[in-house]
């Protein structure tokens, strides 16, 4: 099971574009599409889930491609869950997944089969008779999640599925999502670093419609090694004035002393120390230098 991207270009009547010729290729298990808002993300989401038809280029699922002809083909293929979703405020969690699910056509039985078995994988069992409305984000966000999963889709794509969770409820959704991709393959977009850090090795990063990088996230990691420093700075005035200068990724009080982690072609002409590379240093490193690596098949 996998997706071909290729060539792929979607631009807008007021001739702005959204993704200009891009090329990926996402393998089975999860893969992380990393980008700031207004990178594309969600244009080539739509592209994918066929709700939007590209200007130019090709996509391919299981050789199968992407035309109207075999749009219904496609969407039997596939589960969304996208970063906004309008879940019947008034109805229970059972009926509106009910409702959802013959909505997609799945026969009463399986889609009942279905909703208790994703509703225990989710912790969701117990709140089944509570309606929409009552529920935290968190729990919107895995009845979301059940009913991008009660066609048994064999590729999920995931839009911003942690926005607005606090720390517990995104560790569950991100936990959820390794669990799901053991099956299936799971395109997991988002802006947030740290959850494609505790999902998975393999990843693309977009800017302005284009893919800077695509492939192992250790080798991400080493395009930047050499180009992150650490520092000290005496006070606030003078981080400030290293923040104009150089990309900063962190700044952390530490024993009474401000640490700043620098991004830099070159040494910083202060005293500094090279440091160890991580996912958000080295998404800050590509995002801005823009090097010209290769989008590797994967």
Same mark, same amino acid.
């Given at each position: ?59 391919? !699922? &299981? ?8 749009? #219904?083909?496609? =969407? /039997? *293929? %596939?589960?969304? @869950? ?32 279905? !909703? &208790? ?8 069992? #117990?709140?089944? =008779? /509570? *309606? %929409?409305?009552? @529920? ?163």
């Amino acid at each position: 099971m996998g997706m071909k991207i290729e060539d792929l270009t979607v631009t807008f009547k007021n001739h702005v574009t959204a993704i200009d010729h891009a090329n990926l290729e996402i393998p089975k298990g999860i893969f992380g599409l990393l980008g700031e808002n207004g990178a594309g993300k969600t244009t080539l989401m739509r592209v994918l889930t066929t709700v939007l038809s590209p200007a130019g280029g090709t996509v391919t !699922i &299981d050789g199968i491609r992407y035309n109207e002809e075999n749009y #219904e083909k496609i =969407r /039997k *293929k %596939i589960g969304y @869950l996208p970063q906004e979703i309008d879940l019947y405020p008034s109805l229970t969690v059972q009926e509106c997944l009910e409702y959802m699910g013959a909505l997609s056509g799945i026969s009463k039985q399986a889609c009942k089969e279905r !909703i &208790d078995c994703y509703l225990a994988k989710t912790s969701l069992s #117990e709140h089944r =008779r /509570k *309606k %929409i409305k009552q @529920l935290s984000g968190g729990m919107k966000r895995r009845v979301g999640l059940i009913q991008a999963l009660l066609n048994e889709p064999e590729f999920l794509i995931v839009d911003e599925p942690t926005t607005g969770l606090d720390p517990e409820e995104r560790i569950r959704i991100r936990n959820l999502l390794v669990d799901f991709s053991e099956e299936r393959t799971v395109l997991f977009s988002t802006h947030v670093v740290e959850d494609l850090t505790a999902t998975c090795d393999r990843l693309a990063v977009m800017k302005k419609g284009k893919f800077l990088y695509a492939g192992n996230m250790k080798e991400l990691l080493a395009q930047a090694e050499g180009h992150v420093w650490v520092c000290k700075a005496a006070d606030e005035t003078m981080a400030r004035k290293l923040e104009r200068e150089y990309h900063v990724s962190s700044k952390q009080y530490m024993g009474g002393e401000l640490r700043i982690k620098l991004i830099s072609e070159r040494p910083p002409q202060i005293e500094c120390l090279p440091c160890e590379t991580t996912l958000e240093d080295a998404y800050i490193y590509i995002t801005n230098s823009e090097p010209q690596a290769s989008v590797t098949d994967l």
